[in-house]
Each structure stands twice: as structure tokens, then as C-alpha cells.
DNA sequence: ACCTGAACACCGTTCAAGT
DNA sequence: ACCTGAACACCGTTCAAGT
């Protein structure tokens, strides 16, 4: 019978995956670093090795949310097809499916409350995601889908459009049933607001 | 020398105003009921007399988050000229100087976090501001600014961009100095996406 | 009705000491 | 380098008792 080992391996993999997973299942409120570590299998203490602060372990979950909603946008609208208007549908529906599936997460990532140290990271990831609404934004005008201009003076609009949406369907301001046709009204706004 | 009274007065108004107080100056996370208590000078327990728990006076302030909120779209839509552009322009403008000047209480009102208890009432204020959205709509359509079509079809998208672009603001995924352009190209985007 | 006092079961964080 | 054990100064919440 193989007794747990002093040190834990990956702690600190541990206690973001076992975060995240409270944060999802128990919200924000019920996130305890003693908790985490006692779940975990190490003592108080532990946790402090890994993150400086608990503020340091929400910032850190953050980061990876930011990560995460890159990469799910990204896969969404290389798989789309070519025209425009598929790949905004496309990525409108990974934003709001992120924001679904991950209401809580997506909260703390756009969330005030961040430790200065970590903010700067966190703004540069945020501003990463907005820079993929420019990408599409550029990609739509060699098309001749979208209007000319400056890029950040359709990106940002558009950008703030699918936050906003994923945003109040997330958190329930949007009755659960208009959720779909919601979104295609939203759609349908963003290439009437881009149009030429 | 008048000691202090055994009755407060009126202490759930004092706990709602020193509450919102610090949640602006020091986060959220600084929000302690036992420090508010002391604040005011009650005992620990008093705030359990008129907030169940400390999130029931979360709820409550956001609740009177949203109100604010609705009273500043209302005055300003009110105050601005008879154009749906200026409307749009006055409406979008105090949605951005809510959300830069409560940004804490902004996140608060569409956190996930919420008591099932005070969430009704909440998704109710919410919808509410979402009113504010499709009544500006339905001028717009009358003006002849503003395409047919059902009210929501429209006035969600538009709900969604004013929300998402002030969230963006508020939470310095925006570079500040570039709020006030992000501002003038979301009205404008708006405007096009309404456009008959 | 409203508040106090004291208690309970927790927290996050720190720091010497152990491996 | 990584973790434990114990301690410190807090929490939110409950409940009998006071006014």
C-alpha cells in the first residue's frame, strides 16, 4: 500500500484543475485554498508555495480561461467556411458556447477585482482575444464583406457585441429559450453593422 | 455627551452605503460584514437582522445597481435630443460612465453568484434595462431610423453591444485613452447595424 | 423589533522546522 | 525545492439573552 509521497508532484496543476472545477460547480464563493489542499491531500501551508495569494490563483485561472477562449474561438472559425458571414457565425457561437460552459469562469476573467502584479498579463491576454475579432475584421474587407477603415473601428465594436451577448446569456439575463434565436439576431446585427 | 442609541436607526441603509463604499474603494474582496459592523458601530451580528447572509447584501446591491442604472439611461436618453443617433449617442455614453464609475457594482449586478432566492428580482431589474434598449428601438423605428422587424430582434443586439462595450471599458481590457474613439465607433456601428 | 455577547467552525497567510 | 505543523488574526453565522 503505497503511502502519498512528501512531495506531491504537481501541485500546482493540482490546484488549478481542482479550482476550476469548484468554481464551475460551486461558484467563486465556495473556492477555499484550505479546502483545495485538503482535498488534495496536503497540508494548509501547501498552496502558498505555488501561489503567493488567493487573489494569485484566481489570476492564474483567469489567464488559462484567456487561453482557453482563444484557442476554442480560433479552432471555431478555422473550421467555418470561407465567407464572412459563416465565420462570425462561427465564432459567435464558440464565444457564447465558452460563456455557457464556463459562466463562472468567465466572470473572474473579466472581473476587476485582479492583483496589479498579474493585471498586466491578464489585460495583454483580453486584448489577444479582441485582436482576433481584428483578424476576422480584415479578413471580411479583402472580401469585400466589411466596410473600409481602420481596423480597430469595426473590430472593437464587433468584439464588444459578442462579449456583451455571451455575457448576458451566461448570466441568465436572457430567458434560457431565447438564447439561440438571440444569437442569431446577433449575428445578423453584427454583418449589418460591418456591411459596406 | 449623546452615547450612542441601542437602535441604530436605520442600520440596513448604513450597511448598504458603507458596503458600496468599500466595494469601490477596496474590491470586493475587502467586503467584510464584521468590518462593516465595526464601521458603523454595531455589533457583529446586528447585520444578520436585515441581510440574512452576506451574499443576500450583495444581492441587494446590485439590485440597487440596476435601478441607478436605469434611472442614469432614462435621464440621459430624456436630456438628449429627438434624433435615435443623439439618443443612441446619450444612452451609450451614460452606460459607459456607469460602468467606469461602478465597475465593482457593475460586475456585481451580472456576476453568476447570486442567492436562487434574489435572482428573480434580479433577472427582472436586468430585463428591465433591456426595456430601456427596445423602447429606444421602437422611437427609432418610428423615426424611420430604425428597420421593421420585432422590437427584440434589434433591441437585444443593441442591449448586447452597449453592455459588452461598456464591460470592456470598466474592466481595462480597453486601453483607457482610446474609451472615448471605442465610444464614437460603437455608436456608430450601432447605428449602421439599425440602419434600414 | 432590534441589538449584544459569546461561541462555533471556519478562513488566508506566515514561518520555523522537517524531508 | 517542497512541504508540514502550529500559530495569528481574522471571517460568516447562530443563538440565547438583553433593551
Chains 1, 2 share one sequence.
Not at 493540482?14 to 465556495?30: D, F, I, N, Q
Not at 457564447?96 to 502584479?117: E, G, I, Q, R, T
Amino acid at each position: 500500500m503505497r503511502t502519498r509521497p512528501y512531495h506531491h508532484g504537481d501541485l500546482r496543476a493540482a490546484l488549478l484543475t481542482r479550482a476550476e472545477r469548484t468554481l464551475g460547480e460551486k461558484g467563486p464563493g465556495a473556492l477555499s485554498l484550505r479546502e483545495l489542499a485538503r482535498e488534495i491531500g496536503v497540508s494548509p501551508a501547501a498552496p502558498s508555495r505555488h501561489f503567493r495569494s488567493k487573489q494569485a490563483l484566481l489570476d492564474a485561472l483567469a489567464l488559462e480561461g484567456f487561453g482557453r477562449l482563444a484557442t476554442g474561438l480560433i479552432e471555431a472559425h478555422d473550421a467555418a467556411g470561407d465567407a464572412f458571414a459563416e465565420r462570425v457565425l462561427a465564432v459567435t457561437r464558440a464565444y457564447l458556447d465558452f460563456a455557457v460552459a464556463n459562466a463562472a469562469l468567465l466572470d473572474l476573467m473579466y472581473s476587476v477585482k485582479h492583483d496589479p502584479a498579474a493585471s498586466e498579463e491578464l489585460i495583454d491576454a483580453g486584448q489577444r482575444v479582441g485582436s482576433l475579432a481584428a483578424a476576422l475584421i480584415r479578413e471580411g474587407q479583402r472580401q469585400g464583406a466589411v466596410r473600409e477603415g481602420p481596423l480597430e473601428e469595426i473590430g472593437l465594436p464587433v468584439m464588444a457585441t459578442l462579449h456583451g451577448f455571451a455575457v448576458l446569456a451566461a448570466s441568465g439575463t436572457l430567458p434560457a429559450d431565447s438564447v439561440e434565436q438571440g444569437m442569431r439576431d446577433t449575428v445578423a446585427f453584427v454583418l449589418r453593422g460591418c456591411a459596406p
